[in-house]
């Protein structure tokens, strides 16, 4: 068996952790900025934000041309600091956030799948971490 290759995305949010774990967990908030191009939407979250409970994200293209769910059962959940997943197919992501006066610093790293290049995947992940990013900052909740 091949070794994984693990990925590190990471952006720093200008809004208080509170914040920041709320956006990042709602599903209403999921289905503005979980999106690494324009072309593609999620059209439904689910979330069970607790150790041992599940999350799914509808993943579309805009115009119906695929679709996909990004889901995962939690194995640590620990309040504004970590949030540690595994995959369906036994990959894991781990996010973590810093809070830093008044800012917060999110960074992910997560197992490469093996049918895309490493460095697509990265660019995926690290634009939708660009796109929450942006939508938190951008609300006032």
């Known amino acids: 068996m091949a070794p994984v290759t693990r990925i590190m995305v990471e952006a720093t949010a200008n809004a208080p952790v509170a914040k920041v774990w709320k956006t990042w967990n709602t599903p209403s908030d999921i289905m503005q900025w979980n999106t690494a191009d324009p072309s593609w939407h999620t059209p439904s979250s689910e979330n069970d934000l607790r150790v041992g409970g599940k999350f799914k994200n509808r993943m579309e293209a805009k115009d119906g041309s695929f679709c996909f769910d990004f889901e995962g059962i939690y194995d640590k959940v620990e309040l504004h600091k970590e949030i540690t997943y595994i995959m369906p197919d036994g990959r894991k992501a781990t ?47």
């Open 95 to 141: 996010t973590l956030f810093t809070a830093q006066n008044g800012k917060t610093d999110i960074k992910t790293t997560f197992d490469a799948e093996t049918e895309n290049d490493p460095e697509f995947q990265k660019q995926g992940w690290q634009a939708i971490l660009d796109n929450f990013a942006k939508y938190v900052e951008s609300t006032n909740l």
